[in-house]
Every structure is written in C-alpha cells, then in structure tokens.
C-alpha cells in the first residue's frame, strides 16, 4: 500500500487528493502532513503493526492520519466519536491498544492511553520541498496488517477483524467498477465501517479526489443534490439504508452525475433502484455491492438494469477479481452447484480477513478450511479457481444463503442462517417478508422483527414489521395497514405474515448505517404494550385473528404422512405416473390438463375436504398440499387482492402516447384463434375497404401446425370456411404473425416488431383467457400483461387506434355485492372494486385490463373500449362455441335431466353476430374514437336469465325438470356420468361456496341493468343491425349445429 501510494504522489504530486470544504490538498501535501505525524508516532516507539486508534470522524483529517499510521508501518483502528465510553474503552483494551490519536475535545474520553493530539501536529512544523521525491518510510510487505475493523458480535461486543494490506491493494486493483484518477469519489461512511475502506484507499491508491461530504449535507434533501454536481462526485458507495432514505426526500434525479453508484450493506430495495434508474438523469452505472468485512468491503458486484429490479432479487452478483466463492452445505461443507438449493455463501481469496483479534473460538468457526477437489475449482465462478487439480482453500462462513442464478456464474443473496426465525413450528426466513413487503406500490422500506412480547402481551412470539411508506406521516392508519395486511395474505403463506404491521417515518440506524434492529425492537414493544394497556383485546387483533376465516395453524393434525398417501392413491387414479411423483415434485410439472385437474379436485374434495381451485392452485408441490390439507383450515374469501388488482392496473401508464389515427385498410389484431375472434376476422376480409389483416398467433412447429393452419383451422371449426371465395384470400390477405400475446414485443423479433409497429394503423385487441373456475393468476398473463403488450403496440411506432374488446364482467358481481342496480357505458370502475375479491379470477382480469385501457383512454390515446354480455352463437346461422358456459350448461342440463333453480340470475346473453357487426360498425366512424360501448340488450324485458332460459329449453323439446340448486348439486354429484360431461370442468365454479354458502354461480344473481345509450345513438342510422333475443328455435338449432359438428351428444 505504501509504495503504490508512493508512486502516484511522485507521478502526480499536484493532483488534488482531498478536496473538502475548508481545505484542498494535493498528493504532496498529504504526504507531507502526514509525516509530521509518522514521527509523532516514531516519538512514541511504534513497533511494526502495532494498533493506532484514529478517533476522529471521516473527512480530511482523518485520511492524513490514516496514510500516516500506514506509513509508520502501525495499524490504523478507525473509531467513530459516536462510541459510547463503556464500549470504546471496551474495544481498546481487547486489542491491547496503547496509542490514540484524536482532538482535544475528545482526548478526556481516553486518558488512560497515550495520545496524539491533531491540533499539536500542524502543517507548518515541516515542510518537504515540492520537487523532492516521496520515500518509502516503513516499506511493509501485502501481508501487513493495516487495518483492524470492529463488527457487532453475538455476544454484544464487537469483533476486531484483521484487514492485510493485500486485501485494500486487491480491492483498488480488481474491480469492475475502475476508479481513474479524474474521479472525485465520496467520503462520508464511517471510519471504522469497512465501505470507508473503498471511499479513502481505493480511491488514494487510484490517483483519484476525495472529497468529504458534511454530515448536514447528507441528510439535507435539496443540500446533497447540489453538492454532488458542484463539487463534480463521479463515485459513490453508500448503504442500502442511506441509499433508500436519499432517494425518499431528494429528487429521484440525485445521482444523476454519479459514474459509479454502489449500494452495499444491506439486501436492496428494488422499487429505490428502479425509481433511481427511471429517473430522468440516472446514474450512468448503478451497483449492487455485496461483502463482509471479514473479505474486505466488497465481494461480488452486480451491475443493476431496470430489467434487474423487476426480478423477484436483485443479484449479489459475480465476484470480483481474485475473489473465491463457494456456496457451501452446512452440514457437510461440500460445494452446491444445484441452482434451486439455497447454501451458505463462502468466501475466500486475497480479500480475505487474517481473522479476528483474540478470538480463537470464533476464528475455528467462521474462518475454515476446505478440500475442494479440481473438478469443483473448474465449475467455481471464480477464475482464480480453475486448476487442474484439487487445493485446500481457506474460507470465510458469511452466515448468509445464496443460490446460484440460471447461467451458475453470479449468485442471489437469499437471507441469513442467523436470521432464520422459528414462528408458529415453521422455519421463516425475515428478509423474504421484508421483500414481499417491498415490492407493494406505496411501501418504501420494510424491516421484519421477531420478538416475544412479556406475559401480559399473551407471552408468545409475534412478527413484527416496520414500514416506511410512500407519501405519507407515520400515522398507522388502522384501515390502511389493514390493506397492507390483506395484501399481503395473498402473497406469503399465512405462517409467515406479521402478527402486526407498524408505520414508521424512518429506520433507526447503527453507526455504521445499518438498520439497528435492537432499537427497533425496543419501539415494538413499546407500541405494543401501549396498544395492549389501551385496549386489552388489541394484541389478539393480529393478523392471525383479523383476516376472515379465523385461521388456526398451530392446531395442525399430525396426519400430515397419511394425507400425502392419500394424495397419491387419488392421483393414480387420473394420473398413470403417479406413483414416480414425490412430496417435494412441482404439481405443474404433473401436467394435468383441466379437466384432470378438475377431477383430481373433485377427488381431493370428495374423499380428503373440501378445497378450492383458488387454493389448490397456491400449493406448489405435493407436499405443500397435503401439509394444507392437514390443517384445520376454512377457506377465506375475503377481498384478499384488491390492492394488487388496483396496483396492476397501473401497469400501462408510463407509455407516452400518439393521438389520432387514419385507417388506410391495414388491420391488425389478436385473437384469431378464437371464437368471437374469428367472427370478426371472418367479417373483415368480407370487407371491400380492408386490404390485409395482420394476425398474432402462437404456431407449433414441434406439431407441423403453423400460425396460418390454426387460423383456416378456427374458421373451419364454425363453418366460417370457404376454399373458393377465402382460400385465395387467406393467402393474399391476412399476414400470420407467429407470437405470443404475453412476451414483450409479443414475442417477435426485433425487425419484425418495427415493421408491425410502423405498419398497422389500427389495433383490434380481442385475445382473451376466459376460465370461470381458474383465479387471477393464471388469466394475469394472457389478460393483463397479454392487454399492456397491445397496448404498447398502438403506442409505439406510427399513430395508431385501439379497440379493445372487455367484457359486461368487469362489473362481475357488483349487484349480489353492493346492490348496484345499473351500470353506465361511462362510469367508473372503482366503486365496483370491493364487490371484485368475490368473483372469478376472469373477471377480475379484465377489471383490471379494462381499468389499464381506461387510464391510457383518459390521457390521451385514441382507445374505444367495447363490453359484450355472455356472446353466444350466430342467429342467422345458429354457429355457436361448444366450450363455453352456454354450451357446457345447455347440454350438460339436458343430459342430466334437471335445471339449477336461479332466481334473479341474469347472464345477458348476446349473439356474436350482433356483437360482431355492431362493433365494427362504430369502429369503422373516427367519431366514435374514445368512447365506451356496451353491446347488451337495449331493452331488459328483452333480457334472458336463468329461469327463462329453462322454459326455452323445455321449449325447444329437451324435457329438463328445475330443482332447488342444492338438490341440483347432489343429483350432479351423484351421477355417474359426471366425467364424461360438459359440466364436469364447470365443478369448481358451480359448488365452491364463495359468500354465506353461495357458490360463484350463485353470487352472479341480482345483476344489474347494462345500460347502452352510447351503442343505441350510433347504431341509430343501422336498423339491419338489431339485438337478438333468444328463442326456442334458436336454442334448438345451436344445439343441432353442435351434435351436427360432434362437439357434444345428448
């Protein structure tokens, strides 16, 4: 360290070294102060790594007493001021430290040992001539020790860890992050903090400015924005903690003249990062930095993207330079390889620590040695590593897990083997919780505690977690941490959600910027127990007790082995390779289709208890399921996730927008491939102004199956299909774009993309998920992120409209719920959210599409937004789908012989051709551009519910007796014929009970009145384009078209 510092002040003696604000020194000058203070200590008899306590605060001061110290070949003992007294004392003594050098005003706090006081040794007692060359005073080789850092201990007392010198000059030498000598690198950590070691020596070492930044300036929002671009800082590492408090009350441009970010310290915060990055002067490189000081600051680094921040971790990265990494079993220290299976971070190399002073017992623990054989060195990310034979390699055990990402060369920081929690019998990790927690809109920062509160606060272990949220005092709003709470009940297993949630305007930290737990420890229970002496009841308001259902986990039957059996018998009988499925196999990768999914529900309902799809769906393995299973556990259907519906459907609204569009007979659209989207591309190549249609498509080339063959395919299915008049047309006209709806860029390339972009003057968006029995987040990606991809089709490129085609569901089942009677083409979609936590995983994705669509509507874009009742077939041509609720309903019944009794149920059926005809109508006139139209019956005495659709039936010479439903449901449940039937699919939506024991079904009565006076207007001047009303003929010929197509038998 002492000669490459040498060699820069003799290559560049005038380069500025420090530039603070009341002094500026150049390389020579630091030299110079400091050896009046190398021969202070030579006064003192400095022997050769002898430990030197620096009590100073970090700044110009105290790099000249640094370099001193290194240059009398001592060891520098950074402390802070802030120390209290007992602790100071305490650390000094344990290294057996004789000298300190610090001010006058804190020299009373260490009379004991013997002191150098800075204002006893100025500048001007000598001086070196500036053209006289420095000279290597101590000359100490890399193995010296030159640092002696202090990190909290388990025992309370902090450890004194080792830093060789070789370790700073490896860390100035290999990193990614290259610091030159024109950057003006920061100092503000502290001292005895090791990131103060990157700040001052990588930077000296470098030939690089320090500058330190005055404590004010940093905790002044507007004072650290300006300073930074004043005094030109290219490079910064700062703390998660600081990182996350700046960005909160500076402006997210900040580090706008910042060349190298780091943030290091602590796991980061995502929604800071990306708020960083999306700012309109960002950081031209943004690090994540991950390393104790055991290894000397700075291990592994990864460079953040915004694609980065949207991963569910942000990366500790690859590690640096020389670096040795290993990911270790705890149990028997082998190397784990396998890129799902978390292990303890090791880490080994030139940055390693020598290990801790006086502590024997705990450098045989942390600090091990390792055989690692020479196949392991070459599958090790570390070049170092890669030799041809084994080597014994020394390690340090961080005590945190990580797993390796996809490519096995950069590794994920997971949590703490220490920090691993045991919480109502389950083992939890507290950073997942505070990373859950953090990915919610308006939360800032979280940090997740365990405590036992005393007895009178029920005695038990609680999880407590702290937020910060976005835009507002810490007023812990009763009915906002609540939504906190059920939001979060949709995300974490409920053994893992906090028993309370507290608001708080920001984190306690330690000296050395991290969160400090303890303290708030000590503020949870003192909330609590103010909250337990005010209200007595209110402890038992926890999360446990407060989400409906009234959960007990802690009742769990011991059963959990007989369940999984149970499990597997079921499965054998829909599943022919059950029995090579085991507890840990992911149940997707069983493949079952939806029906045998279905079935094994009905199975696990039938013989095990009852549980829904929604639940179903959330266990990942077979374990998991039966471990739900086991407990005593009644289903919540509460409003779980109307947070997230209301978070998703801000997804769309960064998009700048292009108004206005001319069609010039180019079309392109989605949904193809479907029923309602075949009709309409059908009615499009019929007509004389379109010239092509572009249509997205999934082909399957494994299959032989183009996108162009399931299109001819779709229009054959519905006897749409004429060799003649479209075969000619198919091929001239319509462009089949292999892709996918729910990829970015609809999964085409880039060159493709541009072309459609630049080519199409308008969107139709009708592709849609339409599942009544499967949740949100299996119609999240086709309809939601499916809908946000086409909307940044009519947003990028050429101007372009947007059609898009909702749905009547969006308002679901807002009229069992809150009573609504009627709703508006142009009303708003909020005050329906509540009623949406009752509803299909369908409806609820198009709330939010529709919602997404309107937001984008309402700036600006040239969107019409079109709503359909339940689209059934065609009335001149009686072709209809034989896979939707219709259909399955209308046979299934008939085969079965009995009708659900569904008073006040009205389904709003509307046939396609209707639909079909009045939509392309109104977006054939530019007028009609940004208005919202619902395609129902104008008329309701015209409408068709349930028991009228009954009476058709019977009508139409199907004989089908009407039962109470629950009678329906046993005659259902009963018949042997269940499997082979059209209803079978519809099982979960027909009997999960939802809300006081009604089903899904049920909860769809009470509809409201779906007024369309936007559609009426328009259609005013098509008197040939009429609603249709459902009749006994057209009953009788839909169910003729589909026996006559061998879709359904009766």
């Known amino acids: 360290m002492e000669q490459r510092l040498c060699d820069v002040a003799n290559g560049s003696p005038d380069a500025i070294a420090v530039q603070g604000e009341n002094v500026s020194l150049t390389y020579h000058e630091l030299i110079t102060q400091a050896d009046i203070v190398v021969r202070a200590l030579q006064d003192k008899g400095l022997e050769s790594e002898e430990?030197?306590?620096?009590?100073?605060?970090?700044?110009?001061?105290?790099?000249?007493?640094?370099v001193a110290v290194i240059r009398a070949g001592g060891t520098c003992v950074p402390l802070d001021p802030g120390v209290p007294d007992i602790m100071l004392k305490d650390m000094l003594r344990e290294i057996g430290l004789r000298v300190v050098i610090t001010t006058k005003e804190l020299a009373s706090r260490v009379e004991e040992f013997e002191i150098i006081l800075t204002e006893e040794n100025p500048s001007g007692k000598a001086k070196m001539d500036a053209n006289q060359n420095v000279s290597i005073i101590a000359g100490c080789d890399e193995n010296h020790r030159s640092h002696i850092l202090h990190t909290s201990g388990t025992t309370g007392k902090p450890k004194g860890v080792q830093i060789p010198s070789k370790a700073i000059l490896h860390l100035a030498t290999c990193l990614p992050v290259s610091?030159?000598?024109?950057?003006?690198?920061?100092?503000?950590?502290?001292?005895?903090?090791?990131?103060?070691?990157?700040?001052?020596?990588?930077?000296?070492?470098?030939?690089?400015?320090?500058?330190?930044?005055?404590?004010?300036?940093?905790?002044?929002?507007?004072?650290?924005?300006?300073?930074?671009?004043?005094?030109?800082?290219?490079?910064?590492?700062?703390?998660?903690?600081?990182?996350?408090?700046?960005?909160?009350?500076?402006?997210?441009?900040?580090?706008?003249?910042?060349?190298?970010?780091?943030?290091?310290?602590?796991?980061?915060?995502?929604?800071?990062?990306?708020?960083?990055?999306?700012?309109?002067?960002?950081?031209?490189?943004?690090?994540?930095?991950?390393?104790?000081?055991?290894?000397?600051?700075?291990?592994?680094?990864?460079?953040?993207?915004?694609?980065?921040?949207?991963?569910?971790?942000?990366?500790?990265?690859?590690?640096?330079?020389?670096?040795?990494?290993?990911?270790?079993?705890?149990?028997?220290?082998?190397?784990?390889?396998?890129?799902?299976?978390?292990?303890?971070?090791?880490?080994?190399?030139?940055?390693?620590?020598?290990?801790?002073i006086g502590r024997p017992k705990e450098n045989d623990e942390k600090f091990i040695e390792i055989n690692i054989s020479g196949s392991e060195e070459n599958r090790s990310p570390s070049p170092a590593d890669r030799s041809p034979g084994g080597k014994t390699v020394r390690l340090y055990r961080t005590g945190d897990l990580g797993k390796w990402r996809e490519s096995g060369k950069i590794v994920d920081y997971v949590g703490r083997t220490d920090n691993q929690v045991k919480h109502r019998g389950y083992r939890i990790e507290l950073e997942q919780i505070e990373k859950v927690l953090e990915k919610h809109e308006r939360v800032k920062a979280a940090t997740v505690l365990q405590l036992q509160l005393d007895k009178s606060s029920m005695g038990k272990d609680f999880l407590a977690a702290f937020i910060i949220m976005?835009?507002?005092?810490?007023?812990?709003?009763?009915?906002?941490?609540?939504?906190?709470?059920?939001?979060?009940?949709?995300?974490?297993?409920?053994?893992?959600?906090?028993?309370?949630?507290?608001?708080t305007s920001e984190f306690p930290r330690t000296p050395y910027g991290k969160v400090d737990r303890k303290a708030l420890e000590e503020e949870a229970r003192?909330?609590?127990?103010?909250?337990?002496?005010?209200?007595?009841?209110?402890?038992?308001?926890?999360?446990?007790?407060?989400?409906?259902?009234?959960?007990?986990?802690?009742?769990?039957?011991?059963?959990?082995?007989?369940?999984l059996e149970k499990l597997h018998?079921?499965?054998?009988?829909?599943?022919?390779?059950?029995?090579?499925?085991?507890?840990?196999?992911?149940?997707?990768?069983?493949?079952?289709?939806?029906?045998?999914?279905?079935?094994?529900?009905?199975?696990?309902?039938?013989?095990?208890?009852?549980?829904?799809?929604?639940?179903?769906?959330?266990?990942?393995?077979?374990?998991?399921?039966?471990?739900?299973?086991?407990?005593?556990?009644?289903?919540?259907?509460?409003?779980?996730?109307?947070?997230?519906?209301?978070?998703?459907?801000?997804?769309?609204?960064?998009?700048?927008?292009?108004p206005n569009w001319k069609s010039e007979g180019r079309v392109f659209m989605t949904g193809g491939t479907g029923f309602l989207g075949g009709q309409i591309l059908y009615r499009l190549l019929k007509m004389p102004n379109i010239k092509q249609v572009a249509c997205l498509a999934r082909g399957y080339p494994n299959k032989g199956i183009s996108p162009?063959?399931?299109?001819?395919?779709?229009?054959?299915?519905?006897?749409?299909?004429?060799?003649?008049?479209?075969?000619?047309?198919?091929?001239?006209?319509?462009?089949?774009?292999?892709?996918?709806?729910?990829?970015?860029?609809?999964?085409?390339?880039?060159?493709?993309?541009?072309?459609?972009?630049?080519?199409?003057?308008?969107?139709?968006?009708?592709?849609?998920?339409?599942n009544w029995c499967e949740p949100y987040k299996t119609h999240f990606a086709p309809n939601v992120i499916g809908t946000k991809n086409a909307l940044r089709v009519a947003v990028d490129g050429r101007r372009k409209a947007f059609h898009y085609i909702s749905s009547i569901d969006i308002w679901g089942v807002s009229g069992f719920i809150l009573g609504t009677r009627a709703v508006s083409e142009d009303g708003p979609l909020k005050v329906h959210l509540a009623s949406l936590a009752f509803d299909t995983g369908y409806a609820q994705s198009q709330w939010v599409a529709d919602e997404m669509v309107q937001r984008l509507q309402n700036r600006g874009l040239p969107v019409t937004i079109y709503r359909p009742g339940f689209v059934v077939g065609d009335s001149k041509t009686a072709v209809g789908n034989p896979d939707?609720?219709?259909?399955?309903?209308?046979?299934?019944?008939?085969?079965?012989?009995?009708?659900?009794?569904?008073?006040?149920?009205?389904?709003?059926?509307?046939?396609?051709?209707?639909?079909?005809?009045?939509?392309?109508?109104?977006?054939?006139?530019?007028?009609?551009?940004?208005?919202?139209?619902?395609?129902?019956?104008?008329?309701?005495?015209?409408?068709?519910?349930?028991?009228?659709?009954?009476?058709?039936?019977?009508?139409?010479?199907?004989?089908?007796?009407?039962?109470?439903?629950?009678?329906?449901?046993?005659?259902?449940?009963?018949?042997?014929?269940?499997?082979?039937?059209?209803?079978?699919?519809?099982?979960?939506l027909l009997t999960e009970p939802i809300l006081r024991g009604a089903t899904r079904l049920q909860t769809s009565k009470y509809s409201p009145t779906y007024e369309c006076p936007n559609t009426l207007k328009v259609l005013a001047d098509r008197p040939d384009i009429q609603f249709t009303r459902l009749s006994p003929e057209l009953i009788k010929r839909f169910i003729e078209f589909w026996i006559k197509k061998g879709f359904h038998r009766i």
């Open 51 to 66: 430990s030197v306590c620096i009590l100073l605060g970090p700044g110009a001061e105290q790099t000249v007493v640094q």
């Open 708 to 770: 162009l063959d399931r299109i001819r395919k779709n229009l054959e299915r519905y006897d749409l299909w004429d060799e003649v008049e479209l075969g000619p047309k198919l091929q001239k006209m319509v462009i089949a774009l292999d892709g996918d709806i729910t990829r970015p860029q609809l999964g085409m390339k880039e060159t493709d993309y541009q072309w459609l972009v630049n080519w199409a003057p308008v969107v139709f968006h009708i592709a849609a998920k339409v």
């Open 179 to 356: 610091v030159k000598a024109t950057d003006n690198v920061s100092l503000f950590n502290n001292p005895g903090f090791d990131l103060s070691l990157f700040e001052m020596w990588v930077s000296l070492l470098s030939g690089a400015t320090v500058v330190p930044i005055p404590k004010t300036t940093l905790t002044d929002p507007f004072g650290i924005k300006d300073f930074l671009k004043a005094q030109e800082v290219t490079v910064m590492i700062i703390t998660t903690s600081l990182f996350n408090a700046i960005m909160m009350h500076s402006s997210p441009d900040v580090f706008g003249p910042i060349r190298h970010m780091i943030v290091a310290g602590e796991v980061p915060n995502a929604m800071t990062m990306r708020k960083a990055l999306e700012s309109n002067s960002p950081p031209k490189n943004l690090w994540n930095g991950y390393g104790p000081t055991e290894a000397t600051c700075v291990s592994t680094l990864h460079r953040v993207t915004i694609e980065e921040t949207q991963r569910e971790t942000i990366s500790a990265g690859a590690p640096v330079g020389q670096t040795k990494l290993y990911l270790l079993n705890r149990d028997d220290e082998k190397p784990v390889y396998d890129k799902e299976k978390p292990a303890e971070i090791c880490i080994g190399g030139p940055g390693l620590s020598a290990g801790y």
């Open 884 to 988: 939707d609720f219709f259909s399955r309903m209308v046979i299934g019944c008939i085969q079965l012989g009995y009708w659900p009794e569904l008073p006040e149920q009205n389904m709003e059926f509307v046939t396609v051709d209707y639909v079909c005809d009045a939509l392309l109508y109104i977006a054939s006139n530019n007028d009609n551009v940004g208005r919202r139209f619902n395609l129902t019956s104008p008329d309701p005495q015209k409408i068709t519910n349930m028991d009228r659709l009954h009476r058709l039936i019977n009508e139409a010479g199907y004989p089908v007796k009407m039962v109470p439903y629950d009678d329906w449901i046993g005659k259902l449940k009963s018949w042997k014929a269940l499997k082979e039937s059209p209803l079978f699919s519809l099982m979960p």
């Open 526 to 563: 003192h909330r609590l127990s103010q909250k337990g002496k005010s209200d007595p009841e209110a402890l038992k308001d926890s999360v446990e007790y407060r989400i409906s259902g009234e959960r007990d986990h802690e009742r769990a039957s011991n059963d959990f082995k007989g369940t």
């Open 569 to 658: 018998l079921l499965l054998q009988e829909i599943h022919p390779m059950a029995e090579n499925f085991g507890p840990d196999d992911d149940l997707e990768s069983l493949g079952l289709s939806s029906l045998d999914t279905a079935h094994f529900l009905g199975l696990i309902n039938n013989k095990i208890r009852p549980l829904s799809m929604d639940q179903f769906r959330k266990q990942s393995t077979f374990s998991a399921l039966a471990q739900l299973l086991s407990y005593d556990y009644k289903a919540n259907y509460g409003p779980l996730e109307l947070l997230q519906f209301e978070e998703d459907s801000h997804l769309a609204d960064e998009f700048e927008l292009i």
């Open 470 to 503: 976005e835009g507002e005092e810490a007023n812990n709003d009763e009915s906002t941490l609540n939504c906190m709470i059920e939001w979060l009940s949709s995300r974490l297993p409920p053994y893992m959600l906090p028993d309370t949630i507290l608001q």
